[in-house]
């Protein structure tokens, strides 16, 4: 009896280990700017798009987005111009054991080959390279632009700050160009815990998931509109509707909003297919509403009015129903123009329960279809959004409910088996 027993805890135990393992992809720690010493072709902001953009969120995270290169010098870049230096913030000490790195391009010599490595800590400063810890390793990277290339260090380094140095590019080995140095993307592997999530009703700030056809200008990424860029306060997960509603954003620049390219006269009266994102709550959540500021590019003063989010379709999944394909009844929310400042918060009500939600931004305030006083001679051409939030209350997560509820049929089992002994 005894034996039979242990094996059942043994069995139980194999149970509960099983519904606590996830199976998941890699994990990366963000990154907060990059500096780099050249002029650019393509922009340095290209190198930290991250998972979901620069590179597929999943295994095997192949390369998905833009590349950096800088400017051209014949015959090749090295003949006399100094070594390209890229320098990475990832905004504060993190435990780094590899970098991961994505080649250029496969049709030309322009990608980096060979670079080498330096850190420093907060205290030391983005001046303090080599102050703290002197590790200075090299490595080799492949020309294929597509495969995640990950070079372990061997050792832990606590660093907030990484410097880059391109030592070379494939110039004068088989293929043509070398005028230029490019990269596809630099990500450090490693895990940041999430914020516990609010215990009652509260905003939550979004994961970008993944993006389609979201056609960037520039460094007008769609990651801008979960980073509070441009947000005065910031508004993050856990804050109150209220604190969310009197928020604003920008009107400004670009740079803190996520934006098209141009397609005269009208974004949606050409090919372009719809931008769709998917963002991720981290745990199903009942919402209630979301929060929305739309994008402006002319400091408030009226012109390109046309570019803003004029409708986007939502719909919802259950962490169960993943975040792959959506099926579900659409919500469509419409938002109104913002002509002159501020850009104050826009919110919608919901009612949904979800992890996962997809947006498609369906139009924009091109010739000012709903009479608002849009001057329908400008903007159009674009298509633009500056921040998204979501509020509701998270639902207890299913892993916990169900090993607790294991843990106590496997209890009252043994108890049940252990008073059958004594009848």
């Not at 991250?50 to 390369?63: I, K, L, S, T, Y």
């Amino acid at each position: 009896m005894k034996v039979k027993s242990i094996s059942f805890l043994v069995v139980v135990a194999n149970a509960l280990l099983g519904l606590a393992a996830t199976a998941n992809a890699a994990t990366f720690f963000p990154i907060s700017s990059v500096e780099t010493t050249t002029v650019n072709f393509f922009s340095k902001e290209n190198l930290i798009q991250g998972p979901g953009v620069g590179f597929d969120a999943a295994e095997p995270h192949n390369a998905t987005g833009a590349t950096w290169v800088t400017d051209g010098f014949s015959p090749t870049y090295y003949d006399a111009r100094p070594a390209p230096v890229i320098t990475l913030d990832l905004g504060q000490d993190r435990p780094l054991t590899e970098i991961s790195t994505w080649g250029y391009a496969a049709t030309n010599a322009n990608g980096v080959r060979d670079f080498s490595l330096r850190f420093a800590t907060d205290a030391d400063g983005v001046g303090g390279f080599g102050t703290s810890i002197g590790a200075n390793p090299s490595y080799t990277m492949l020309i294929d632009p597509v495969p995640r290339q990950s070079f372990p260090f061997g050792d832990t380094f606590n660093a907030r700050y990484v410097e880059l140095t391109a030592i070379n590019n494939y110039a004068g080995l088989g293929q043509p160009g070398g005028d230029r140095v490019g990269m596809g993307e630099i990500a450090f592997e490693g895990s940041v815990p999430p914020p516990p999530p609010p215990t009652g009703p509260g905003i939550i700030r979004p994961i970008l998931l993944s993006s389609a056809n979201d056609n960037s200008f520039n460094v007008a990424v769609p990651t801008k509109m979960v980073d509070n860029s441009g947000m005065t306060p910031a508004v993050n997960t856990g804050d109150s509707l209220a604190s969310a509603l009197s928020a604003t954003h920008v009107f400004g620049g670009f740079a803190e909003s996520w934006v098209t390219n141009d397609v005269a006269p009208d974004y949606y009266g050409g090919p372009n297919g719809t931008p769709t994102f998917v963002f991720d709550l981290e745990v199903d959540t009942v919402l209630d509403a979301m929060v929305l500021w739309t994008y402006q590019n002319d400091g408030g003063g009226g012109g390109r009015v046309g570019n803003q989010v004029r409708s986007v379709e939502l719909q919802f999944n259950t962490e169960a129903e993943g975040s792959g394909t959506f099926s579900g009844p659409v919500s469509t929310i419409f938002a109104a123009p913002k002509l002159t400042g501020p850009n104050d918060a826009q919110g919608f009500g919901l009612e949904a329960t979800a992890r996962y939600v997809s947006m498609r931004v369906t139009d924009n305030h091109f010739g000012d279809p709903d009479g608002f006083g849009v001057d329908p001679l400008v903007g159009g051409d674009r298509v633009g959004i500056g921040e998204v939030r979501f509020h509701g209350t998270a639902v207890p997560e299913p892993g916990t409910t169900t090993l607790a509820a294991v843990g106590f049929a496997a209890f009252a089992l043994i108890g049940l088996r252990r008073r059958k002994r004594r009848v």
